[in-house]
């Protein structure tokens, strides 16, 4: 797996179809119930390194409600973090700061198969997490 | 009199109308009864009209009784194009009441288009008849293309009744040919579907079903020693077509065994499944036509069917995706007040229950926010907004919450549940 996971897409819109323009996405690690918070595993080449509990970013979007790809924006995929089961609270807001999406619930996953290290947060379900 | 067909009559019924009334449905007819009786003073016509479905009819099994101390003369049966069908002999019967009646059975036996009438518009009809009371008893009879509405009617009086009930069509019994002598010597001996041999001298013999047949067990060569006339059979013929299927790439079809249709059987027997397979059947086939084929055909009574299969075809095409496209706001006003006055440059609010995901296109969409659409001077929604329809959504179990509001920004209307 990737030392971390791009996160692209989104599209946020509100119900008749006008973009969250230049809104934010906010994610926050879920919090660990070990006192050492996540131990992020990266496969290439091996590393382990700790991952704080309560780990946050902060990512813009672009004019079509679209995560900003340049730079990339990089998060710890749930899947490379141990304990397992963790997930993120995304919370997505308009250009005034007003929460139009959200808290919800997510995971953010990389894949060796295909191997990836981008993910598209379109296709979140909202509040729907897998266990891993 | 004509009368529509009345479901709530019950009808006269004689004993030796049970058997008339021990129908077996056939595939692809819908099988009906009817019964009525009528009472002509000096003649007698009965005729079945079709409704607004008419279609081939097939009158299986007419019969009717008159009372015998009448006089009554031959009936005629015939159809709007004059043909003219055979009655068969009469007989005599007394009720459990003890009255004596003559019962007659009729076919139809019609020559251009075997075991069918072509019902029209004209009807068909049942006359003689020439003194009272007559009772036509039952009319069983199939519907070949869709249902109709059956009306008849009599020269005088009648009542009756229909409803669904089973036909049987009683085969017609195979004449066996002898072809030849059957030595049994010791050796087993299998002979083709159709071929059977005699039972004299008596035995209790092991003859094999499936098809083949053959003296089996040699032990009782002895017991069993003799020649034995071969008879060959008429053989009975069937086939079983495979069901053309069609389905979209990327999804599995899966059989279950019952996907085919047969020409009729006899009486009695039947298919309950078969093995269907087609390579088109998995997720990951690509688009194009394939086989189904279908083979091994399991029921009751099949051993003596010659089965044939005829292959059906699956069509794998590439299924465009499921629309993404937002939809009209399907309530654009006026809105009005309780006194019927518009709400004049108020404001509609509408917001999604929850987030929501519409997979088909990735879309991300809110529902924290309340969209707002401004009304016009007649309470009418400005412009044409459109609007994300809930089952383009996922989770499912989305709705829209919807409010009004006056100009003031007094709510005036909501909150209501709406799913679009």
Known sequence: ?132 | MALNVNFGITPNTLPWMASAMAFKSVDGYIAKIITGQGYGTSSFNFSIFGGPNVGDLLVLNCQYAVDSTSTTGPLTFSDSAGNTYNAGPQEFYTDINGNTYSLQQFWSLITTSPGYLTLDSSGFYITGGTEPPLFLGTCAYEIYTGDTVISFEDSNSSQGTSGDASVVINPVSPTPTVIGACLVDGLATAFPPGVSISYEPPFTGYLYSGGAYGIGDTTQIAAWAGVYIVYSNPVLGVTIYADDQTKCFGTEFIFNGTEFTNTPLQPGDYITSCTITSDGSPADAPAGSYPVIISDAVGHGLDKYEIGYIEGTMTVSICPPPSCQLVDFPLPGPYTDPSGQPITNGTVSIRLVFDCNCPCADYQITGNNHSILQLDGDGIIIGSPQIRPNNQLKPDGSYYILQVYTESGQLIYGPRKLVI
């Open chain 1, 1 to 132: 797996m990737f030392s971390q996971v791009q996160l692209i897409g989104g599209n946020f819109q509100d119900v008749l179809g006008t973009p969250v323009t230049n809104g934010t996405l906010r994610l926050v690690l879920s919090q660990s119930e070990s006192a050492d918070g996540y131990w992020y595993e990266n496969l290439s080449p091996y590393t382990t390194e700790e991952v704080a509990n309560g780990y946050e970013i902060e990512i813009p979007l672009d004019t079509d409600g679209n995560i900003v790809v340049s730079p990339p924006y990089l998060v710890y995929a749930n899947n490379a973090l141990q304990p397992v089961n963790s997930y993120y609270l995304v919370y997505c807001y308009d250009e005034n700061g007003q929460l139009v999406w959200g808290p919800n619930c997510q995971n953010v996953f990389s894949s060796v198969s295909p191997l990836t290290d981008i993910f598209d947060v379109g296709q979140w379900v909202p509040n729907r997490i897998v266990e891993i």
